[in-house]
């Protein structure tokens, strides 16, 4: 049980703190002089969370067992708010209940001497690594999944070859997919409706130049010729300048997206290329961070992903193989906490807010 035990850990001393991290700050909608901002949060002792909603003070995992309750410890927070010309800060404020691990740093069995355990009723031998909810022993199973941030090149259902990114940080999880047809490369996103050919990505990302474009994919003769269709689409689309292919990709950004921003009025307010931008920081490739203003680094990566489709194009290397091992990992009972919690908090945040 031991890899659960520590995964556990992990979320509650690192993982929990970079969910708060990045969803620190709360601004209204109503008005936006009323904000505050998370400065900390830790995990409390465990106490007894009763059915009828009442919270009992210290508590074993024996008697959650006998009285049906689940065996629980307060999320606390820090948070820091103006009053007048002041911020007040106010600490060990309770957002919520989090399911405690039995042998985890958390839980009151932890460093403890056979005969305490035997003294508490527990097991000596007993590993730990579950939990117990309403009463009931529960363990949380471990998941095989594709292996985030990494390029995986593979066809598609139509038989295209491309590649894919799902990029996971704390702030989001997103899926940027690279696909080759006719010769030619488009970037597909959820947020952008229509595919947009990488020369104009390209440009959009601040490198204008189709020289600096192929010498980041690379110098042999064979990519030079295989990435000459993909430029010249740029060329018949009248894409020059970053600032053209911003508007362009600005034009098939949905929506929906706006419409989801803090408020309409801060929405309409965008500017297309103001949009795209923002999109292209944030969301496209998240897990890769832009160094400044400049988003160079994604356009380095992305250049990456092509050269690594062109290289099985041209039967210098195969595709990847999904059920490869080395392709995925598991995901253990801290991740998937991890997961849960993160979504939570982001929907607590967005009720604070409005």
């Known amino acids: 049980m031991q890899q659960h035990i520590a995964s556990y850990d992990h979320f509650v001393e690192v993982e929990l703190a970079k969910i708060i991290e990045a969803n620190r700050d709360v601004q209204s909608e109503v008005d936006p002089a009323y904000r505050l901002q998370f400065v900390g949060i830790k995990v409390g002792t465990p106490v007894a969370v009763e059915r009828s909603g009442g919270v009992n003070t210290k508590i074993s ?30 600490r060990n404020i309770v957002i919520g209940y989090l399911p405690v691990m039995l042998r985890s740093k958390v839980c009151r069995l932890r460093g403890l001497t056979p005969a305490q355990l035997v003294s508490m009723q527990e097991c000596p031998h007993d590993p730990g690594g579950y939990f117990v909810v309403k009463g009931v022993e529960k363990v949380i199973l471990s998941q095989e999944q594709l292996s985030k941030n990494r390029v995986i090149v ?109 408020s309409l009025q801060r929405a309409s307010a965008y500017s297309r290329e103001e949009e795209a931008r923002n999109v292209l920081r944030t969301v496209v490739l998240a ?3 832009p160094s400044g203003r400049s988003l160079r680094p ?57």
């Open 61 to 90: 995992p024996h008697e959650c067992r006998l009285r049906d309750i689940t065996y629980a410890a307060p999320i606390l927070v820090d948070m820091k708010y103006p009053r007048g010309n002041y911020d007040v800060l106010k």
């Open 154 to 262: 593979e066809l598609d259902n139509k038989g295209e070859l491309g590649a894919s990114v799902t990029s996971a940080t704390h702030e989001r999880k997103s899926r940027t997919a690279l696909v080759y047809k006719g010769g030619r490369f488009y970037l597909k996103h959820n947020t952008i409706g229509d595919d947009v050919p990488v020369g104009v990505v390209f440009r959009a990302l601040g490198v204008t130049s189709d020289l600096d474009i192929v010498t980041m994919v690379g110098c042999e003769t064979e990519i030079q010729d295989a990435m000459a269709q993909s430029l010249e689409e740029a060329v018949e689309l009248g894409v020059f300048t970053e600032a053209s292919a911003l508007h362009l990709v600005g034009g098939r950004i949905k929506q929906k997206r706006a419409a989801s921003a803090t």
């Open 298 to 354: 994604k356009a380095i990566y992305l250049a990456y992903m092509i050269r690594r489709v062109l290289l099985v194009q041209l039967g210098r290397a195969k595709i990847d193989d999904k059920d490869y091992y080395g392709n995925k990992r598991l995901e253990l009972a801290g991740q998937l906490l991890s997961l849960l919690f993160e979504d939570l908090f982001k929907r607590f945040v967005g009720e604070l807010r409005r």
């Open 287 to 289: 897990h890769i961070l």
